[in-house]
């Protein structure tokens, strides 16, 4: 099998463009768990993984003040979902990361990252023969967890602008992705915090021996 593509290609893109309407509009990344922000949580585990991360957030800046990541917003209006955040990280990589010819995204709610997932997307579209690659845990694909070529930035343009494509994973499907799968147990690495139980289950996975 081929050598994965290394990290400086890589940039990290953390998705945080969402309104956060069942958490009562808070911005999620900025909750706390385990006494650190859902951000921070995020940032350590990926952040050794890629050449650069990003923030892709929308509103006023201000109330990220003091976080040191890039903040990029959505170069489209009207909040257009998690692909509007994947071109705006296209477009950041290519005017900031030349060399990069690659973004892996993770949505701003899942604090138990693994910390091979740049690795292993990475290996498993190049095994599969395919452009892209979406992580899957306990038989769920999670395609905003995916690794995305910066030369596809047109055409996802195109598809947002002119085809009114919102799906993530539909989006996808058109080039061809290949699956990186990890186990959803003993805790599933893709985890993610939508309402205040997720948030009161996350406190109790991180207390269990398998998290430090």
């Known amino acids: 099998m081929p050598e994965p593509i290394p990290g400086p290609r890589t940039v990290g893109a953390i998705l945080a463009g969402g309104l956060g309407t069942r958490m009562g509009g808070r911005d999620k990344v900025l909750m706390r768990l385990g006494g650190e922000t859902l ?47 994947l071109l705006s990280a296209l477009d950041w990589a290519l005017a900031h990361r030349p060399e990069a010819e690659w973004v892996v995204t993770v949505p701003g709610d899942t604090p138990f990252l693994p910390e091979d997932l740049v690795m292993r997307l990475h290996a498993a579209r190049q095994d599969a023969g395919l452009p892209l690659a979406c992580a899957e845990s306990g038989d769920r694909l999670h395609p905003a967890v995916g ?3 910066v030369a596809l930035r047109d055409d996802l343009h195109h598809a947002l602008t002119e085809e009114n494509v919102r799906s993530v994973r539909g989006w996808a499907e058109r080039h061809g992705y290949a699956r990186a799968v990890w186990p959803a147990t003993p805790t599933d690495p893709f985890f993610n915090i939508n309402t205040p139980e997720d948030l009161a289950a996350a406190e109790a996975l991180l207390l269990e021996p398998t998290h430090d």
């Not at 921070?40 to 990926?46: A, D, N």
């Not at 993984?49 to 489209?76: E, H, K, M, W, Y």
């Open 39 to 85: 951000l921070r949580h995020i940032v350590r585990r990926l952040e050794p993984q890629c050449g650069g991360l990003i923030l892709n957030a929308n509103g006023d800046p201000s109330r990220f003040t003091g976080i040191s990541l890039p903040l990029v917003p959505d170069i489209l209006p009207g909040h257009a979902g998690p692909l509007a955040g």
């Open 147 to 149: 690794l995305w070529p």
